[in-house]
């Protein structure tokens, strides 16, 4: 009995380490920006999303903003009318990003800037733009960015993407230290997330294979990935900015031709 009131009043903190708190989840309504966005709803914050689509409608869903996060003037937009209408702008995850594969030799420059506006550009005006509210508030803020093991080892076929992502890790201590102490940055890295559209786009086979090179012999679940992220913007990692919080099990090899 002592055991499960312990593990009851566990949830119960859980549920409400984030009460009170307005978060912008980029790129939250699907795949691991979805999963994110329900972890901090789960805690109890008041979650935003935004994409380029709005998803189909469903019951206790969070608010959504149709906004092209590569538009830095919609960004601007976003992040005023958000800190307008909640009051404030606690946290933000900047989750929007991706890259189908593109062999660097023929990739348009058109393809390039694309993915380069998406994965880089996009993030640091989401991020400018939420300093510019949190540094107004009493207690200031925290931004999270979501980097990718492509910006720390080689990635071929995806080298746009993988340059972006390096981009994005650096901006991460850089903005750590000029907009610090009011608004901590950190990355959180994952490697593979077996989120739905991952799962569909590879075989058993494939996965099975990737899964042994990895310490952990599997890859992350998107709830694990989401947890990463909650506990930087909590107030047990207060004393966290400037990090890059590595979620990939120990690592995986480069991809290569031996995996497919």
């Known amino acids: 009995m002592e055991g499960a009131r312990d593990e009851s009043a566990a949830e119960d903190r859980a549920a409400q380490d984030m009460e009170g708190r307005v978060v912008l989840v980029t790129g939250g309504t699907r795949g691991l920006g979805a999963e994110i966005s329900a972890a901090f709803a789960a805690r109890g914050a008041t979650v935003v999303v935004c994409g380029r689509t709005e998803p189909e409608a469903k019951p206790d869903a969070p608010a959504f903003f149709a906004v092209d996060v590569r538009d830095p003037e919609a960004v601007a937009a976003l992040v005023e009318q958000v800190a307008e209408r909640y009051g404030r702008l606690d946290i933000v995850v900047n989750n929007a990003g991706g890259s189908p594969p593109a062999d660097a030799a023929t990739a348009s420059p058109r393809f390039t800037e694309a993915i380069v506006k998406l994965n880089l550009l996009g993030p640091l005006a989401v991020a400018e733009a939420a300093n510019s509210v949190m540094q107004q508030q009493s207690d200031g803020g925290c931004i999270i960015h979501i980097g990718s093991q492509s910006g720390m080892r080689p990635s071929p076929g995806t080298a746009a993407y ?4 390096a981009g994005l890790i650096e901006a991460t201590r850089a903005q750590a230290e000029e907009w610090a102490p009011k608004v901590r940055v ?9 989120t739905e559209e991952f799962l569909a786009n590879y075989s058993e086979e494939y996965l099975a294979k990737l899964s042994a090179t990895i310490p952990m012999g599997r890859i992350a679940t998107p709830a694990e990935v989401a947890s990463a992220c909650c506990f930087l913007a909590s107030d047990e990692a207060s004393y966290i900015t400037g990090a890059n919080l590595l979620v990939h099990g120990g690592g995986d090899v480069t991809p290569n031709a031996a995996l497919v």
């Open 186 to 194: 950190n990355a959180v890295t994952p490697g593979a997330i077996g």
């Open 162 to 165: 993988g340059a972006a992502k």
